[in-house]
Each structure stands twice: as C-alpha cells, then as structure tokens.
C-alpha cells in the first residue's frame, strides 16, 4: 500500500517537474515570445489602419466586443486586419488610451525579444516607463489635439485622455493642467535616466562632483572607496549583459541498463577471429560493474539561477572596479554549481596586475569567502571573477558516472571528479598523470574525492584489470572496501588485513611495491616492449608465454591517506620508496595518490612535488599552505564543501566535487562482494625487512666512500646515472665506480640496473640532494 502510495507520488513529482521543465525552456521561451510578436505586428496593423478605415467601420462594429459574433460581410469591414482587427483597434485607440496605445505595443516587443533572448531589457523599469508614457501622451494629445478629432470617429488620446484631461481642466485649468503634463514628461525621462533629475535640481552640485571624481581618477593609489548605496543599480553604461547556462549533460542511464555492464566478450561468428586472444576477465567471466541505481540522486537534478543574485553581483563589480578607475568593455557570467564565473574585458590601456590586485576589496564588496581572480583566462583575452552562488548545489555522484563523457570515456584509468564550473563533467586519465596529489585543510571534502575517485575506477573496470592498494593510518576511511578484498584490493603475503594501517606494514608494502616494479620491468625486458600497454597487447594475443613468467599485469592503483602521519612518523623509509614508486612506475601501471590535511613543507616535500606533477587542492586556510601545494595562491580563496582546484602543470581547473556518501560506497562494495570473487586478494611480491637490513649494512655511513657525494652530485647535475661517468671524472677503476652505484642506489639517488643502460637518477635537482645529504 506504502508502496502504491510511494509510486503515485514519484508519478505526480515527475509530471510536475516535466511541466516545469517545458516552461522553464528556452524552446518554449523562445516560441511564447515569437507568437506575442506576431501578435503586436497584427494590432499595429490594425491600429494604423483604423487611420484611415475608422470613419467607415465605426458604425457597423459599435457596442460589439472581441469576441462577439454578428453576421457581417467581410467587404463591409475596410480596415486591413479584418473584422477583428477593426473591433481591437477601436478598443484600443477610443477606449483606450488613443495614439499613445503604441507605447504599450513597444512594451510588448520588449517582453517578446527578451523571452527570445534576441535582447536583454530591463522588463521592470521598462514597464514604468512606457506605462507613465501611455498615460502622458494619452493626455497631452487630447488636451493639444483632442479639439481638431471632434468631428471624426478617431479619439487621438482615447477615452482615458478625454475624460483625465477634462478632469484636469475642470479642476486645475489650462494652465495647471499644462503644468502637471510637464511635470508628468520630466519624471518619465528621469526614469530613462536619473543623473538628468540631478542636473535639473542642482546642475552646478553636479558639475563640481565631476570635477572631483575625476581628479580623483588621477589619483594612481585608488584607495578611496565611493558610496555604496547606488552599487546594485550600477551599470557603467554596460546594456547587455549576457548570463550563461551551462547547457544540462547528456546521460545515458537507460543504455548503462542495457549494455556495458558485463566484461566478457560475447562470442559470435563475427568475433571468431578474437576468440584467439587471451581475455582477462576469463577469470571472472560473470562480473557485472555495480549498476547505476545504487547511486543517489542528490540535490536539484538542474540546475538554478538567481537571476536578481547575478545582476547585483554584477553590478557590484561594475561599481568596484569603476570606483578604482577600471572600465570595462564586455562582462558575461556563467553559472557553475557553486561558483560563477564573470568573464570581463576591460577596456583599452588597462593593466592586468591591477584587477588582480582587487580580489580582497571585491570580496569586500560582494561579501563573499572564495573569490578567485583569473587574469587572464588562458586563451580567452578575458578576466575571470569567481563568485560563489548564495546556495551552492551538490553534484551527485550519479550525475557523473551516467554522464555521456564519463561513459563512453576511452580513457584508461578514468576518473569522474566532479562538475566544472561550466557544469561539465570533468574526467581525468589517471594514467597520464600518472600520480596524484590530493591536499586541504580538514573537513573540506578530501575524503569524499577520494571515495569519488575510487567509485569511478569501481564502475569502469573489472577486478582482472585493476587493483588498489589502500593504506589507511586513521584505521576507518577505507576500512569500508576490505569486502572487495578478493576482487580488487592487493596485499602482502599472509597478511589478515587487506587494508594497511601500521606503519610498518606500511613501509613493507611500499617496498614491495617497489619490487613489483622491478619485477614488472624485468618482464618487460623479456618481451621487447616499452610499457606495460603493449605488454599486455602482446599477451592478450598471445605473443607471450606464461611459462616463462608472462603474466597479465593489472593496473595498480596505491592510495594512501593521511600521508602527512606516515612522513612524520617512518619519514625517509616512507619518503624514498614513494619517490622510487613515483619515478619508476607510470610505465608499469602503478600508479599513486597520496592525500594529506597537512599542507606543509615539511610533509609536501621537495621529492614528493617533483614526482606529483598532479595535484588536487581542498580548501586552505593560508595562501601559504595553497602554495605549498599548488605553487601558487588560490586553494586559500575555495568555499570548502568539495570545492577544488586540480592543477595539472600550468593548468588550474575549479571543480566542483562530486557527492557520494558512505552508504552509496556501502552498496557499491556490498554489490561487488555478492559476486564471486577470486580465491584471495591480489598479492604482492615478498618483502623481508633482512632484504632491507643486508642492504643497510652495504649502506652503512661509515662504509661509504669518500667520494660518495661528489658521485651523487654528479649524478644529479648531469642527470645520468653512469658508472663510466663516475670512473671518467674521477679517474678512478670500474670495480670502485660499481660499489658507488651501489651506494647510490642504495640511498635512493639512482634507480636500479637497467642492462646496458644508464640508471634512472631519481634526484631531480642540487636543492633535494642537499637536504638528502644533510638528512644522513
Ligand atoms: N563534494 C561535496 N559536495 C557536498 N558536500 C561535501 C562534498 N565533500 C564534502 N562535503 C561535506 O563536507 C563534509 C566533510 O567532508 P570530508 O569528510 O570528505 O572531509 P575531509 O577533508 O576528508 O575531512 P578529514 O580530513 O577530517 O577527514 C562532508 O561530510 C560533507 O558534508
């Protein structure tokens, strides 16, 4: 019965919103306003011949109403627009408000071209001013003209004129009503135009306020701030003013349904061919990916847009940089979830730096936390103003995954972070990156993104291609994915716990992901490839044999959170191999996504920058702290709540994050763990801590040789880990230039062996080799 009841009402919800999204679309804007133009082109029509035609239909249409039906022969009307014509044009013209009915026509044509969006009037302001204008003139021409119309069916002010103005002339006379139709005229055009009311009461008041202000323009340090109170209304002479609505996404949720949810190649004739390759996902050739339902629906599926919010944040804009002396030439808006973004075009001669000096005194202005300046946009010639909306609005995590981009996405790792701010699906290739950076203050949404990042990865891949390695020191962020243990998580031999929460479990497993690594390249070797695509191009079609190791390599995704507690507590242990891993894996498939809410140098090291190329920014609350993580300011300026900036080499992306809460990540895991899984999780190569201990004693300081950080320094500056090298400027033999490879290796300076390559020098610059030297 619930049920029913449940159902009916989603029923009379989706027609209501169906009924709203018709008349809320442009489509439909668009056709209202052409049928009202077509409508005021008729009635002029009609009104400019009732002219001409008045004194001829008069008679046959009097006492009838528009919609009144009397049997007359159409040859009988003379007016060019008909029977109905002649009957609107006599309501309009005598028992209206006479010639000047054409004023409310221009209303008319206002509201329709602003419905087409053909052009932008202020419908309000127009209103008053055409409606003062009807009843003015409508007056004013009985009271000049109405005596030379006495003898013709034509009322030139209409019924309104004829009885106003003879109220008026009863009343006040011909002088008092000759006054109050100047007085009528000069508050219409101060409508049109206030500054005229001011130079009609204080002309010279006036004059000297424009002297002032523009010696104060001359003023370079504009540090005078105008009144406020006119602000709201301020439009620098600026007409048009276009807000953008990012144009709503394709989904597909119904072809999801359908299809893509299986992994396995369905055999038909046609693919025979590929029966010959190996599949993967043989293993599990059932696995379904989680279907789309398990995700909700939150906050309004479109979105909104306070116009009035827009034009005054607009017209504060307007007024802040003009009160500095800025002019601008063009401003549009368009409208993310939670952030807007006013593009402007300041008019010649004006300098960049000074608009971007503005972004505290428009913050100011607009009351507003986490206004961000671009200036310029790359490849726009514009200047961006980030405003946020009063009301930001969630971006389900469904939106994104049912996305058109997301799904038919042909990206290798690929991850649907969230909704820019044109309201576009923002997905990434994680692959490319290779490894990520995720940072910000606590409570500012990192949790979710990374639960974002890892539902992505859950829906696009099966359990045979990809496997996460999660470490989690606070013991309950990921303690939620150990169910898909067996499907997608990775561990260490004999080990209970598929999620790593001790340290040092934490340093074994990153050492024997570094292992893999090594493992992953030897095979590569083997099989005479570069990465591991065509690695495993080449086993799929079985170009590879099992029996000599060939295995098919999984994509390895390690993400650690609170990645600041690791540092401060196993520092460089956990620092050298994460560096290695960084350095070393993107052509094997590893790759990495470390998240702190410690934005600090001490944790966002030299080493990890220059291996974390791609970041992601959480709200902070220092620009320091911004810095630290994205290199420049702007991470300090976000409103929190998933707000984010990804930064990918010079490119900074805001992003608002998608939603996805823990009970969604619930279902998902719950949905994946019902489905059989393989006998045991993923395992990771073998580490012991005596691998570690043999290596720390070839290491030890005192074995070192003395020419160890003259070696390492040549390593770094020439940026090639050699053995010849090191024998050539140090004059010294092959066995000693070996044993301080070795050494470096050992120190993390060099990366391994490569056959007769040189190694991989790990260290990018003299600045982190110092503090690697100073740290020994
Ligand atoms: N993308 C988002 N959209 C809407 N609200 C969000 C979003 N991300 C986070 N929030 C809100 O912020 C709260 C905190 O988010 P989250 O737990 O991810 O923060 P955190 O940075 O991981 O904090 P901590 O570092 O303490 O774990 C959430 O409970 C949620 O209410």
Known sequence: MQKKSTITKTNTNSKFSTIRVFFQSSTTHYFVGLIILIIVVYTSISIFSFFFTSNTDQSKIEGLSLFQFKNIEAEEIANWAG???????????????????????????????????????????????????????????????????????????????????????????????????????????????IEIIYFLITPKQKNKNKIGFSKEKKIENASHIPPFQTEENFSNGIEHFEVVKPKEEETIISEIKEKNRGFSKKINKDNLEKVREYDPT?????????????????????????????????????????????????????????????????EAGIRISKIKNLEDDIALRLSALGIRIIAPIPGKGTIGIEVPNRESQTVSMKSVIT????????????????????????????????????????????????????????????????????????????????????????????????????????????????????ERYNLLKKANVRNMKEYNEKFVNRQLNPQKKHRYMPYFVVIIDEFGDLIMTAGREIELPIARIAQLARAVGIHMIIATQRPDTSIITGIIKANFPARIAF???????????????????????????????????????????????????EYIS??????????????????????????????????????????????????????????????????????????????????????????????????ILELE
């Open 619 to 669: 709200r902070v609350s220092a620009m320091v702290d911004s810095r630290t993580i994205l290199d420049t300011s702007g991470a300090n300026h976000l409103v929190g709540k998933g707000d984010l900036l990804f930064s990918q080499g010079n490119d900074l992306t805001r992003i608002q994050c998608a939603f996805v809460d823990t009970s969604e990540v619930e279902k998902i895991t």
């Open 83 to 193: 029977l109905r014509g002649a009957i609107l044009s006599s309501i309009l013209m005598n028992e209206g408000f006479g010639l000047s009915t054409f004023f409310l026509l221009l209303f008319t044509v206002f509201v329709a071209l602003r419905l087409m969006k053909v052009y932008y009037v202020r419908l309000i302001r127009n209103f008053i001013l055409c409606s003062l204008l009807t009843i003015w003139l409508s007056i004013t021409l009985t009271f000049f003209f109405g005596k030379f119309f006495q003898e013709t069916a034509l009322y030139i002010g209409g019924k309104h004129g004829f009885i106003v103005s003879n109220i008026l002339v009863y009343n006040f006379g011909t002088s008092g009503t000759l006054l109050i139709i100047v007085l009528l005229f000069i508050i219409s055009i101060a409508i049109v135009n």
């Open 282 to 346: 043989l293993g599990l050739p059932n696995y379904l990916c989680p279907p789309i339902n398990l995700l909700k629906e939150c906050g309004i599926s479109e979105l909104q847009i306070d116009m009035e919010e827009q034009k005054t944040n607009k017209n504060k804009i307007l007024s802040t940089l003009d009160s500095f002396g800025i002019k601008i030439a063009m401003i549009k808006a368009t409208v993310g979830p939670t952030v807007t973004l006013y593009e402007i075009q300041p």
């Open 403 to 518: 996305s058109k981009k997301f799904q038919e996405t042909k990206l290798d790792l690929p991850i649907a972070l969230g909704k820019t701010i044109t309201n576009e699906t923002f997905v990434f290739d994680l692959c490319k990156m290779p490894h990520l950076l995720v940072a910000g203050a606590t409570g500012q949404g990192k949790s979710v993104g990374l639960n974002a990042i890892i539902t992505s990865l859950l829906y696009k891949k099966h359990p045979a291609q990809l496997k996460f390695v999660l470490i989690d020191p606070k013991k309950v962020e990921f303690n939620i994915y150990s169910e898909i243990e067996k499907h997608f998580l990775a561990k260490l031999p004999n080990e209970e716990d598929p999620v790593i929460t001790n340290v040092t479990k934490v340093v074994q497993t990153l050492n024997s992901l570094t292992k893999e690594v090594d």
């Open 674 to 771: 019902n489905q059989q899984g393989y006998p045991n999780a993923e395992i990771l190569p073998e580490y012991t801590s005596e691998d570690n201990i043999e290596k720390r004693d070839t290491t030890n300081l005192s074995n070192r040789d003395p020419l160890f950080n003259k070696a390492a320094r040549l390593m770094v500056t020439h940026q090639q880990g050699s053995t010849s090298l090191i024998q050539r400027k140090f004059e010294i033999g092959y066995n000693r230039a070996g044993r301080l490879m070795d050494q470096l290796e050992d120190a993390g300076i060099v990366g391994s062996a490569q056959g007769s390559k040189a190694r991989e020098v790990l260290i990018s610059d003299e600045y982190h080799l110092d503090k």
